[in-house]
């Protein structure tokens, strides 16, 4: 898995600030929301310490069943679904928090279609509904029913575009996932995992249902969640849990259960924003790169979006476009008579490290394809593909081929010959080298 990190070594933090001049760089320090499930400065207490909930104590005193229960009167007592409904562009205030939480959910998942994806508190769906555009067999669990009611509306009222896989609704008890073992390859938590009376049996369960290296991840508050505000009072008003997340603790457990890898992401909401000298500034490290540094910081305190990896080895095919590469040979006509079929030869070697799926498979399957130039434009993108392989050609195999490509009318050509994942991409977009051969196409005799 590879996430983009933030890296403060700059000289200048390291030697000559100290920690009260960044303090007096900062100047106001952004800490947005999360949408419903709101993130808050530390300056924001709250409730006076007397009068707090904790968080422990609630879940002590409460059956697994009164919590379940606790969760399906919170949806059952909405008086309108369309405000879950349309998330996550329920108001222009949590849209960007949403996107972007998912968007780094997304990137570190390692998704491609055909995937089997547990969206574990699914909720009302709408993260589901984006991981089944992306071609994934999704998995809603939830311990509402009225919430996967909620869910199956949402995919009623606005349907996937395309062919793509069945969403499967499950109603969760809270103790075990109904699931067999290592059948998923990714889990999702998107502001759920907090919500969960025993973390530990989660990661347990997590690990026994996914299979090796598969990955599950998590868009969750952090360690003085139970203490927000909105925290307070959704435990007071609904008694649902609000846990804080100890993302030491859930890498202890998590690595007992099987798990070899944890990663967190470091990010920023909103984005800083910049005047174009001080953009300038940041990217040779001066003073705005510290003010970067420091407000994401400050932002990722009571923030964890991380990824936890199962032990094992993942094969990794043409579904997506990382690893695919190849080595392309090419042998054709010179010139050919107008009107005629154009012979051709060609040695194609998968050079990359992903195994290519047979020529036939709707998602990924390899061809050997062929874009048509005239008069240097491009004239069809789509002129020929070829089938390369009814099997799967792994890592080092060469194939070879004999066809013919449709006739040409009279005129001088350019043919581009690239490999093409059905529905991923042409490999040339990944940086693979596609073979240009030029042809004239002439009268007859």
Not at 384 to 395: D, Q
Request: charged letters at 25%.
């Amino acid at each position: 898995m590879h996430l983009n990190r933030v890296t403060l070594r700059h000289p200048l933090i390291l030697a000559k600030l100290a920690v009260a001049k960044l303090f007096r760089l900062i100047g106001q320090r952004p800490s947005p929301s999360r949408g419903s499930k709101a993130r808050r400065k530390p300056a924001d207490r709250g409730p006076q310490q007397e009068d707090l909930i904790d968080v422990g104590e609630l879940i002590s005193k409460a059956s697994l069943e009164e919590l379940n229960a606790a969760a399906e009167r919170y949806f059952a007592g909405l008086a309108s679904w369309d405000h879950h409904l349309a998330k996550p562009f329920s108001s222009s205030d949590e849209a960007p928090d949403l996107l972007i939480n998912l968007a780094v959910m997304i990137q570190g998942l390692e998704l491609r279609p055909g995937l089997r994806v547990l969206d574990f508190g699914a909720g009302t769906g709408w993260t589901s509904r984006y991981l089944t555009q992306l071609g994934c067999e999704v998995v809603l669990l939830d311990v509402s029913e009225t919430g996967l009611a909620m869910a199956a509306e949402l995919y009623h009222r606005q349907p996937v575009f395309g062919d793509q896989p069945a969403p499967r609704f499950l109603k969760y008890d809270g103790r075990k996932i109904d699931l067999p073992d290592a059948s998923v390859d990714r889990i999702l938590s998107f502001d759920a995992f907090h919500h969960a009376p025993d973390p530990g049996l989660v990661i347990r369960d997590f690990a026994r249902i996914l299979k090796p290296a598969g990955i599950a991840a998590f868009a969750e508050p952090g360690p003085d969640h139970s203490r927000r505000p909105r925290s307070q009072a959704e435990m007071r008003s609904y008694g649902v849990v609000e846990n804080d997340l100890d993302v030491h603790a859930v890498w202890r457990e998590a690595r007992a259960a099987g798990f070899a890898d944890i990663r967190l992401a470091a990010f920023n909401i909103p984005p800083y924003h910049l005047n174009l000298n001080e953009f300038d500034d940041l990217l040779r490290g001066g003073e705005h790169y510290l003010r970067w540094a420091e407000s994401t910081r400050h932002f990722l305190h009571d923030v964890r979006n991380f990824f936890l990896r199962k032990g094992g080895s993942e094969r990794l095919d043409s579904r997506q476009s990382a690893g695919l590469s190849a080595s392309i040979g090419i042998i054709a006509p010179a010139s050919v008579a107008a009107g005629a079929p154009i012979p051709i030869q060609a040695t194609v070697a998968n050079q990359g490290s992903a195994v290519w799926l047979p020529s036939s498979a709707e998602r990924g399957g390899v061809s050997l394809g062929c874009h048509l130039h005239r008069d240097g434009r491009l004239v069809a993108s789509d002129y020929h593909w070829e089938p390369l392989s009814r099997e799967l050609v792994a890592p080092g195999r060469t194939t070879e081929l004999k066809f013919e490509l449709p006739a040409l009318p009279r005129g001088d050509f350019m043919l581009e010959f690239d490999c093409v994942a059905n529905r991923i991409c042409w490999f040339a977009e990944v940086g693979s080298t596609p073979v240009r051969v030029h042809i004239s196409s002439h009268k007859r005799a």
